[in-house]
């Protein structure tokens, strides 16, 4: 068009000269058409350019819109839990600004829901103390990847490992976070441990175990501001019944000694077997004025699981432990083995004591 438009505008300034050169009278009349002529050209060219201008906006408006909606499908596609959230200030992630179908259907919620709520509401509450440190590493950083609990609309808790990123959309600075179930490897990774931590006879924790869950116990007690029974037990007569009855009439003495162990304690308390005929439990008693009541009450249920478990071996197996058993801080807890072993001649302190009542009768 532009080609077309160039020699028009050369013919008709040629033909002006000429008829000014040959016939000067007509010159103004020609020109005046030629103007108009001109001015039509002009006009026709214009249309044309901003015609083919739209065509070219309308196109690239077809392709972002063809792109959003790869970008949606593949968006969508991923099988992962995708949120897009605001940073706020105080260094909390903040309002959810997209989410794709995984993460509705892994959290149980609808997506409006979803982007009425903040980052922050999908973790467990017991996943949220970090949430301030992760952002503020993540905001130096640009890229952090960690392990955390998300919780679904019916309060399930869900094990994931989240990869952050810091994104630029639209002028404002988010966060892109992709969050994979790693619930499975966790499952294995505890039934790995507890085939480790577990007595394989008893089932109860074995030594390795034991020390495992002290550090927990410890950490609740310092929390709580709270004291700790600890119970150290030894089944009697072991080394008798093995000898005169076999090893495996002497293995159900031990399964006896962990039944009343789990009947005695509660579903909380630390209970293992350390080794041999050798027995431990660690309870976290109730706050001051409750903690009497708490070990009295766990002596009770002790003594009467062992004169149900008595009257259920019959007197054959004469079935009794020796314990010794005291109370400690978290502060003690810190020293396990000094209380083990001060249990533990509070223990044969109280078998020598039983030995000598039996030999007065």
Not at 82 to 105: K, S, T
Not at 241 to 266: C, M, P, Q, Y
Not at 273 to 293: I, P, S, Y
Request: a negative charge.
């Amino acid at each position: 068009m532009k080609r077309w438009t160039d020699i028009v505008l050369v013919s008709s300034a040629a033909a002006v000269a000429l008829a000014q050169w040959f016939v000067p009278g007509a010159a103004e009349e020609l020109l005046g058409v030629l103007l108009f002529g001109l001015v039509v050209l002009t006009v026709l060219s214009q249309r044309h350019a901003i015609g083919s201008t739209l065509e070219s906006l309308n196109a690239a408006h077809k392709e972002q819109l063809e792109s959003e909606r790869r970008y949606r499908a593949l968006f969508d596609a991923a099988s992962d839990v995708i949120l897009v959230h605001r940073f706020e200030e105080d260094g909390r992630p903040g309002q959810i600004v997209e989410v794709n179908e995984a993460a509705c259907l892994a959290l149980g919620y609808a997506r409006s829901q979803l982007l009425s709520m903040t980052a922050e509401d999908v973790l467990a509450p017991e996943a949220r103390g970090q949430v301030r440190e992760r952002a503020h590493t993540l905001a130096d950083a640009g890229t952090l990847a960690y392990e955390t609990v998300q919780i679904t609309s019916d309060r399930q808790r869900l094990p994931v490992e989240v990869t952050a990123r810091v994104v630029d959309i639209g002028g404002r600075r988010l966060c892109l976070t992709v969050s994979h179930s790693i619930a499975a490897h966790k499952e294995l990774e505890e039934f790995l441990r507890s085939l480790t931590d577990v007595d394989e006879l008893t089932g109860l924790l074995n030594r390795r175990g034991f020390f495992v869950r002290v550090d927990e116990i410890r950490r609740k007690a310092k929390r709580g501001n709270r004291q700790v029974l600890l119970t150290y037990f030894d089944v009697d007569g072991l080394k008798r019944i093995n000898d005169e009855r076999g090893h495996s009439e002497g293995d159900k003495l031990l399964v006896a000694a962990a039944d009343v162990l789990r009947t005695a304690f509660r579903e909380g308390d630390v209970v293992a077997r350390l080794g041999g005929d050798e027995f431990v439990a660690l309870a976290l008693l109730g706050r001051r004025h409750d903690e009497q009541l708490d070990r009295q009450a766990i002596e009770a249920r002790l003594d009467e699981a062992m004169q149900a478990k008595r009257a259920e071996l019959g007197k054959a197996f004469d079935f009794s432990v020796s314990l010794g058993s005291m109370v400690a801080n978290h502060l003690e807890l810190c020293s396990i083995d000094d209380l083990l072993a001060r249990a533990d001649a509070q223990m044969y302190e109280a078998k020598r004591a039983r030995g000598r009542e039996r030999l007065a009768v």
